[in-house]
């Protein structure tokens, strides 16, 4: 074997995380256990030998230091600790053989940690200490998963939670913080095209036939920010303003819905950002707007309906039935950015201010197609043309 070969194989490189990200996490860790230690010797001290247990530490290492993974949740770290605790103590008080009680105790703790959804791997050292502890631990009985067990886990789960969210300003828990999936009328497609569906990542992970400490919508939103992250690299520094249109139609907060009906005919656009003396943004107008603001139940036709929104409402105007708040651009966002912003919320244009809120100029499908794909955008029939 090259000595390479042997160093990679010795040390295999475990995580891409950064400096800054290794540090914050020993930081994390510190703090969470020194809390959990101070509560602990003065509320359990005076009443309960230990009252701490060393798999609170274990623990700890993959609730700051891990928090994304499955085993780091709340559920999992809760539910492993105390579903552990009673099996330990269970098989410490009825299996008289100490060497089949002990892994009686971690078996039983991974099966029954599985079928409860709460995986987590410093459940089974919590369970062994039950069977292994010393007579203070065993004198218990079904008392050590109320204290020390339950005792530890809420303070170290708070003190996790506090620190992840408030003092290192992380995403935790991680299933509860991640945004909810934007309703999509395509059938809920992700951003980016992935080629395969989240029912295919749960089949190839089933086929792995072991515990793969991530999920499927985790590889599925690694898998996408890859593509992002590829297609950022081969576009170069190119931002919406390089490709926005600068010649933008626009309306007043008070021109009438006629009027601007007429406009948008007129010009073959599908909408106009509303705008005040200053061009500061204050909204946006879009055919949309006028389907919603009409009777359905009076119309059979399309065109019936956008008559009546338009003569049966004249004396309305644009600040009645624009769209607010709006999804914006800066001149400086980056293109893949502008992307994602067009195919999360399922928009069709996206205006771009300026520092002070002022309207500079407008993206549309049109624009962001053209930049990407060349002259592929020509022909993909977008809904209007790129002088909205």
Known sequence: MRPDNLVSYLFPRQVTTTHRERIISGLGGFIAIFLTAWIASHTLGPVVTPFMIASMGASTVLLLGAPHSPFSQPWSFAGGHLVSALIGVFCAMEVPNFHIAAGLAVGLSITAMYYLRCLHPPGGATALLAVIGDQ???????????????????????????????????????????????PSPHGGQPPVRLGFTEDDLTAALRSMDGYIDVTGEDLER????AILHAKRRRLGDITVGDIMTREVVTVAPDDSLEAIWKLLRTRGIRGAPVVDGQRRLLGMVTVADFLKSANWRLCDTLVRHVR???????????????????????EETHLTDAFLLFAQNHINHLPVVNGDGALVGILTRLDLLASLYGDMASASGDLQPSAA
């Open 136 to 182: 203070a631990i065993h004198g218990m009985g079904y008392g050590f998963v109320l204290m020390p067990v339950l005792a530890n886990v809420g303070v170290l789960l708070v003190a996790a939670l506090l620190i992840n969210r408030v003092v290192l300003l992380r995403h935790y828990p991680y299933n509860l913080s991640m945004p909810a999936k934007a």
């Open 222 to 225: 690694i898998y996408s920010l």
């Open 308 to 330: 009546l929104a338009v003569a049966g409402r004249a004396r309305n105007t644009a600040e009645r039935i624009m769209t607010r708040p709006l999804i914006l651009a800066r």
